[in-house]
Nanobody, 119 residues
Framework: QVQLQESGPGLVKPSETLSLTCTVS??????????WSWIRQPPGKALEWMGA???????YYSPSLKSRISISRDTSKNHFSLQLSSVTPEDTAVYYC???????????WGQGTQVTVSS
């Protein structure tokens, strides 16, 4: 029932900030028990969990990215966003937003969006 859609620029220059937005339908960002995550997959590499925001607005970040990452939300629009600063070509990946409900085995994923970091 929950549907997610990523949006944002497909090309970012090195040293700039990567910004993406996830539009959520069929569920509310503020419903208790939900966690809203960003995951990415560089070409030829494994999926990497980046971070999440909870239904109460608490942030959880991967230690490897915590100095550069920020996840925020706009509850009036039912959007949550990713900002990754100081990007390099190593940040080139397909970026996904996803949702998880506490105690559930079922996850919901967006289709993913390609972001390339290049000058």
């Amino acid at each position: 029932q929950v549907q997610l859609q990523e949006s944002g620029p497909g090309l970012v220059k090195p040293s700039e900030t990567l910004s993406l937005t996830c539009t959520v339908s069929g569920g509310s960002l503020t419903t208790s028990g939900y966690y809203w995550s960003w995951i990415r997959q560089p070409p030829g590499k494994a999926l990497e969990w980046m971070g999440a925001i909870s239904s109460s607005g608490s942030n959880y970040y991967s230690p490897s990215l915590k100095s550069r990452i920020s996840i925020s939300r706009d509850t009036s629009k039912n959007h949550f966003s990713l900002q990754l600063s100081s990007v390099t070509p190593e940040d080139t990946a397909v970026y996904y937003c996803a949702s998880t409900f506490s105690g559930s085995t079922q996850d919901y994923w967006g289709q993913g969006t390609q972001v390339t970091v290049s000058s």
